[in-house]
Nanobody
Framework: QVQLVESGGGLVQPGGSLRLSCEAS????????MGWYRQAPGKERELVAAATNGGSTNYADSVKGRFTISRDNAKNTVYLQMNSLKPEDTAVYYC???????????????WGKGTLVTVSS
């Protein structure tokens, strides 16, 4: 069983910055991908950014150039640096980890509980 602990959400003014963190712990053989999704009120959950074990990253068009995802593989932690925040970035942000619990078992997915980011003056 794997648990995710997210932190870093809060209230920030437009143009400000926040940094989200998500640490995975538990039965992990290898983490294949780590990412952040968000869900705004009345909208579907959407991918914000993801980083694979091989080092590749991808971003939603709406956050390119403003958000940066990074991983600390030694700590099983993923970060999301969010700069130049806009009111439309307001949402609950969820961490997602795709991992393998052992070398002989297939991949599994786990979600964090979410952390609220509010961008408002």
């Amino acid at each position: 069983q794997v648990q995710l602990v997210e932190s870093g959400g809060g209230l920030v003014q437009p143009g400000g910055s926040l940094r989200l963190s998500c640490e995975a712990s538990g039965m992990i053989f290898i983490i294949d991908a780590m990412g952040w999704y968000r869900q705004a009120p009345g909208k579907e959950r959407e991918l914000v950014a993801a980083a694979t074990n091989g080092g590749s990253t991808n971003y939603a068009d709406s956050v390119k150039g403003r958000f940066t995802i990074s991983r600390d593989n030694a700590k099983n932690t993923v970060y999301l640096q969010m700069n130049s925040l806009k009111p439309e970035d307001t949402a609950v942000y969820y961490c997602n980890v795709n991992y393998r619990p052992t070398s002989w078992r297939g991949p599994a997915d786990v979600w964090g509980k979410g952390t609220l980011v509010t961008v408002s003056s």
